[in-house]
């Protein structure tokens, strides 16, 4: 008789999950049982999907853009409904480019993704959580979160948030059931750099070879997840930014980050 795998008879709700991180998550939980929804803002959606099916999993999927108030109240009603066990709040925008060169609507648009539908996503599925007494969130933070981030200020500034927020998080929730994870990689190789508009696909950082791979930043942040921890620092080079950043004057910090992201 084979053995039960944990998620039989759960859902895991993954934002951002056509690619990179959010699809090598979507993957781990499959692997573990769960049944899936995925939604993207691309069409690789149901590509991803495809795999997953091969995969044994179970999957539901929606094209829509959570960085707008109608796509975020759209995929609310989508999932609910459902009893969510796992939560991946992985959806998320770069822009690179020096901050006055960017355009506003770009801006905006990175700003109501990273922090406004994720905050507002983080809100309803916890409230769910809260109010059942149990469930688990992984928010996909960022050391970049930790420094000063020229020529990607705002995304820097939007993983401060995040990283802020998720441990805030946590200890609100502490004793009602709902554990909250939150990851947060150095520069990883995903689709990203190569985004439309993303101008960090011109920066020295798309073309280092010592980028982090997506299956071993999802495979921490899951595990730490599964194992009740705060946050975790994936990848050596991830890990010395944040040593650093305990110990390097901020000056230090930001000219570092500068080389990688001024596009050449």
């Given at each position: ?6 998620g ?7 934002t ?23 939604c993207?803002?691309e ?13 044994g ?64 996503l ?45 441990y ?6 502490r004793?009602?059931?709902?554990t ?5 990689p ?18 020295p ?24 921890e ?17 110990v ?7 000219e ?5 992201a001024?596009?050449?």
């Open positions: 008789m084979s053995r039960a795998k944990p039989e008879g759960k859902l895991a709700v993954v951002g999950g056509s690619t990179g991180i959010g699809y090598q998550l979507a993957r781990r939980a499959v692997e573990d049982g769960y049944a899936l929804i995925i993207a803002d069409a690789k959606v149901k590509q991803a999907a495809e795999k997953l099916r091969r995969l999993g179970e999957v539901e999927t929606m094209q829509v853009d959570l960085s707008s108030r109608d796509g975020v109240i759209a995929f609310w009603h989508k999932i609910e409904g459902r009893q969510i066990d796992l939560f991946f709040a992985n959806a998320g925008r770069a822009l690179g480019q020096a901050f006055h060169e960017q355009a506003w609507s770009d801006v905006k648009r990175l700003v109501d993704l990273n922090i406004l539908q994720t905050t507002t983080l809100h309803k599925v916890g409230r769910k959580m809260a109010a059942r007494g149990e469930g688990r969130i992984l928010v996909t933070g960022s050391i970049g979160g930790f420094v000063p981030g020229p020529y990607d200020a705002v995304y820097d500034a939007t993983k401060a948030y995040l990283d802020s927020l998720s805030a998080l946590q200890d609100e929730w004793d009602n059931g709902v909250l994870t939150c990851v947060m150095g520069p990883t190789e995903t689709p990203i750099f190569q985004r439309e508009g993303n101008k960090l696909q011109d920066a950082i798309a073309q280092s070879e010592s980028k982090d791979d997506p299956v071993m930043v999802a495979r921490a942040g899951y595990d730490a997840l599964m194992a009740g705060r946050g975790v620092v994936p990848g050596f080079t991830a890990r010395v930014i944040a040593m650093l950043s305990r390097a004057p901020q000056s230090l910090l930001a570092i980050h500068r080389r990688g001024e596009p050449e």
